[in-house]
């Protein structure tokens, strides 16, 4: 059995994977993080280590369709074309729109972009990256001229104080999180500082939280600014020799953040806190800022990039080991898209609508013609689809009916558009739904090519899986349209090496004169043979004739891109969030991600272990303000804001801060009735980069009134579209349903009792337990081999039993009379375990089993329950809350 070397299918850290394929037939591989690889080192994370659960046929789209009828890959091409040509051709180009993903490869990127920039003639391209990384590159490209992520992750291990802005780097960037906490824990003097509304896992190698109020992380970096010059820790001569515009910028700082108090007033943070954050800022040299979507994803995103780059270039502290501004990718190709030009306003290989630019693009792609300015982005983009300006989008590789704000506006203008491309690895999700034309594409594990992660790091994606049923790979399925449109010749493209050549090239293509160059340059891979380009090893970009081998640091000669060389300053006026909350929105609606679950979810709700640790979507709020609302902890509850409703369980927690609410993004219509986060985030941007606000937006809560509240467990999958309340969890051996109905609980059998039907089978058996006075409700439905098909819990409230222990009955095969007398008893009577909520996925063990062991056995360290239960001791994203088992013990 030969290994092949791949890239995690996740996020933007990049990881190296060596998989081995057990049997082809069945799909079944085995996986660990490769040890040689820069980004990993041999680590991975929960995802990572689950992934051989999400490459089945389950679920996967496998035949093209066309208005909901299968067809033939050629007639599904044709259709494409057709369409796009007979629109183009009496509405113009910009009346056609690709969506595209950060989750594509280089290859398929570029593909995409150079038809329809370069050959269909409109800029009318963005991407999901637009939601996720735009305020960076627009922050970067205003201070360095360029796109350009200056370190790497080694300098995080090398800097004496890490600042961690507007990221859950514990659960989104796990494996760089282990490697800052391995840094810290030999060197203790390595500093973490995190600023973040709310307390997260993060926090737990935090020596310091700033909690501070939502959105105003521009006036804590403006402050310090003019902190930092007050108090003479300015790298004076970098300043004069390799930036311009510093007065200017300080002089803005000084007027939006006057003194610490007003920051403190600004931030709601006491004058002290910030004081010694500053103090300790100034004082360390070796400083890296590392920031992600609580920065970029605001109506001033852009400002904010630019106020930290600004304290990070006042101090010269770029280009050098262990310090820099360090914006953290999410996904695992949103640099690659950067650097293909997938954004509307960008156009290849990191050039932009200059008029030169323009040029040079057409002349190396020897195109008839060219988009001559930038396309829309996507908030406008779908506008645009919703007013019908645009009559035919191509989807690819991204779930907007769920993860664009304002989502209800977006499914409408997606019903409502008659050319709906979708090209998606999945069948069923809420964008999939909405389409015209579906085409089935390979996903992780059947396709080659290569993706950038958050260092500049290019990294192969091997196949080690076949292509299932009539899949092809996005690549192939753009070459083969373009051909059909007549672009035959500009997409003769054989293999993503091909590709990739071309790509390569074109980064170099007059790319020497000077005040001219780009960054973005990887000339020297250009000729790399197919066997080369089969055995790319990990290389950051620059790859070029002056760094053959990479290169770890930019702006290590203080040079940078604009005309002058010089670095800008650029002068910020921070601003409050632009929607503010009002009597009837009286909460601030913060949205992100959870440890186990991957956007949409549609590839990690199909690993078992990764649906164990949160199994529903929730809402955190402070204890204060639930009492105040008199709500109470676990009662479902009722989201509403100006653009519409969702229905989430409440968690009450000191972590929230007063005010504000958190809601994870990933549920959606697939796997929850009323989950859809998208449908209540505002659509406010950011006027630079066009990004939204996903972290900010008004909104009420107030109890769901539900009569009756339930839990099903089900061998089968279920039909439970009776219910207003639902939401599926896929187990190893099981379904889990959490249900609540809003007429009488009497009413709630009769679709269960159908469905069961079939699985109790001729001499199958049905057990029974009602409590009409107490409106208790137990059932279970056994099939003829004795074996546990399906049960459910009824009660009143949302106090019902624990989950665990039914679960595992799934798991256990036969059941015992004894096992029989506690089903319907609603507890474990003797001898059965309520293991609890699953924390460590990695070695699925649940909260019950921990704490009793911490207690049994005096457990007083992590190390010590690692000994006795294996919990943490793989990928440790459990560990912080380990932590709080072993405190509250
Ligand atoms: N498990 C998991 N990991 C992922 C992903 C996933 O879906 N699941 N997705 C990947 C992708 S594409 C991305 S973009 C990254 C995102 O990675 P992150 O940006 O780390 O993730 P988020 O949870 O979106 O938001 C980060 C934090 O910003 C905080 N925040 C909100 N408002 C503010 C503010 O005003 N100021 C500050 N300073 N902080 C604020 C939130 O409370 C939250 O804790 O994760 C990647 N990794
Ligand atoms: N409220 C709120 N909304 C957010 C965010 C937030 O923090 N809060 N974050 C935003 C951010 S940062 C991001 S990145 C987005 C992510 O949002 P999306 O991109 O919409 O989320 P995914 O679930 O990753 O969607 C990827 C889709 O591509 C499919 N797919 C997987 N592999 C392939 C492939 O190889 N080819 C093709 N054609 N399809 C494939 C998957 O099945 C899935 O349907 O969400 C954004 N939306
Ligand atoms: S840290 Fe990111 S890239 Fe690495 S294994 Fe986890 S999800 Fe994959
Ligand atoms: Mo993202």
Not at 3 to 31: E, H, K, M, P
Request: aromatic share 8%; proline share 5%; glycine share 8%.
């Amino acid at each position: 059995m030969k290994s092949v070397n791949t890239t995690c299918a996740y996020c933007g850290v990049g990881c190296g994977i060596d998989i081995d394929v057990i049997n082809a037939g069945t799909r079944s591989i085995t996986l660990m993080g490769t040890e040689s690889h820069p980004a990993n080192l041999g680590r991975l994370c929960s995802k990572g280590t689950a992934l051989g659960d999400t490459v089945g046929l389950q679920d996967r789209l496998l035949h093209p369709e066309v208005n909901g009828r299968r067809v033939e890959w050629n007639q599904a091409i044709t259709e494409v074309a057709g369409r796009l040509q007979s629109i183009i051709a009496e509405h113009g180009p910009d009346s056609v729109a690709f969506y595209v993903s950060g989750q594509l490869l280089t290859e398929d990127y570029y593909v995409a972009n150079k038809l329809m920039k370069g050959f269909i003639g409109s800029a009318n391209i963005d991407t999901n990256s637009r939601l996720c990384m735009s305020s960076s590159v627009a922050g970067h490209k205003r201070a360095f001229g360029s796109d350009t992520v200056p370190g790497c992750y080694e300098d995080l291990e090398q800097a004496d104080l890490i600042i961690l802005t507007g990221s859950n780097t514990a659960w989104c960037h796990p494996v760089v999180y282990q490697r800052i906490k391995a840094a810290k824990q030999k060197r203790p003097d390595l500093l973490v500082v995190v600023i973040d509304p709310r307390a997260t896992a993060t926090c737990d190698i935090a020596d310091m939280h700033l909690k501070l109020a939502s959105g105003t992380d521009g006036f804590l970096f403006n402050g310090l600014l003019d902190y930092l010059s007050k108090s003479n820790a300015l790298d004076k001569a970098f300043v004069q020799q390799n930036t311009q515009g510093f007065e200017v910028a300080l002089h803005a700082a000084r007027k939006s953040a006057p003194d610490i108090q007003s920051v403190a007033t600004n931030c709601n943070l006491q004058a002290g806190e910030i004081a010694a954050f500053y103090a300790l800022f100034a004082a360390t040299e070796k400083t890296v800022t590392v920031y992600s979507q609580g920065i970029n994803q605001s109506s001033s995103g852009t400002d904010k990039v630019n106020a930290i780059i600004n304290c990070h270039l006042a101090t010269g502290r770029i280009g050098k080991i262990g310090q820099g501004p360090f914006s953290l990718t999410g996904q695992p190709n949103a640099m690659g898209g950067r650097e293909v030009g997938g954004l509307a306003n960008q156009l290849a290989a990191h050039m932009d609508f200059a008029p030169e630019d323009i040029d040079r693009v057409q002349r190396f792609w020897d195109s008839p013609r060219i988009a001559n300015q930038p396309g829309l982005k996507a908030i406008p983009l779908f506008e645009a689809v919703a007013e019908g300006k645009i009559k035919a989008i191509w989807i690819m590789g991204t779930n907007p009916a769920v993860s664009l704000p304002n989502a209800n506006k977006v499914v409408a203008a997606l019903k409502n558009c008659e050319n709906v491309i979708v090209s998606d690895c999945v069948r069923n999700t809420d964008t999939t739904a909405l389409a015209d034309i579906l085409l089935p594409t390979t996903g992780w594990g059947e396709k080659d090519g290569t993706v950038t992660n958050s260092e500049r790091r290019i990294s192969r994606q091997r196949k080690f899986l076949s292509a299932p049923a009539e899949a092809r790979h996005d690549w192939q399925i753009i070459c083969d349209v373009a051909g059909k449109l007549g672009f035959g010749q500009a997409f003769d493209f054989h293999s993503p090496h091909d590709i990739f050549s071309e790509h390569a090239k074109l980064s170099g293509f007059e790319n020497h004169s000077k005040g001219k160059r780009r960054d973005f340059n990887i000339s020297a891979l250009q000729s790399l043979s197919q066997s080369e380009y089969e055995a790319l090893e990990p290389v950051q970009w620059p790859v070029n004739q002056k760094y053959p081998k990479g290169c770890k640091r930019m702006f290590q000669n203080e040079q940078f891109y604009t005309p002058s060389g010089r670095a800008n300053f650029i002068p910020i006026s921070a601003q409050k969030p632009q929607a503010a909350t009002c009597s009837q929105f009286p909460f601030i609606l913060n949205t992100g991600r959870v440890r186990d679950q991957w956007h949409t979810m549609t590839r990690t709700a199909l690993a078992p272990q990764l649906n164990q640790h949160i199994t529903e979507p929730f809402c955190e709020m402070h204890p204060q303000d639930a009492a105040d609302l008199k709500l109470e902890d676990r009662q479902l509850v009722e989201i509403a804001s100006r653009y519409g409703t969702l229905i989430v369980r409440l968690q009450i927690t000191e972590q929230q801060q007063r005010g504000n609410l958190f809601i994870p993004m990933h549920w959606n219509r697939q796997f929850a009735a009323k989950g859809n986060i998208g449908s209540v985030v505002n659509a406010i941007t950011d006027p630079v980069s066009g990004q939204p606000e996903s972290k900010h937006t008004p909104v009420s809560i107030r109890p769901a009134n539900y009569q009756w509240h339930g839990f099903v467990v089900s061998r089968k999958p279920l039909a439970i579209e009776a219910e207003s309340y639902w939401v599926k969890i896929q187990g190893r051996s099981y379904f889990h349903y959490e249900i609540a109905g809003k007429d009488a609980v009497q009413n709630f059998p009769p679709w269960f009792k159908q469905q069961c039907r079939q699985m109790e089978g001729k001499t199958g058996e049905w057990l029974e337990y009602q409590d009409c006075t107490r409106q208790v409700f137990r059932g279970a439905v056994f099939s003829e081999r004795g074996m546990l098909e399906a049960v459910y819990f009824l009660g009143p409230d949302h106090q019902l039993p624990d989950r665990s222990w039914v679960r595992e009955l799934f798991d256990a095969g036969e059941l015992t009379d004894s096992n029989r007398r506690d089903l319907l008893a609603g507890i474990p009577l003797a001898g059965g375990q309520n293991t609890g909520k699953t924390v460590c996925a990695c070695f699925s063990v649940g909260e019950n089993t921990i704490r009793q062991a911490i207690k049994e056995k005096c457990l007083k360290s992590i190390d010590a329950i690692g000994n006795h239960l294996q919990a943490g001791t793989n990928c440790g994203s459990c560990i912080p809350e380990l932590k709080q088992f072993i405190s509250s013990a």
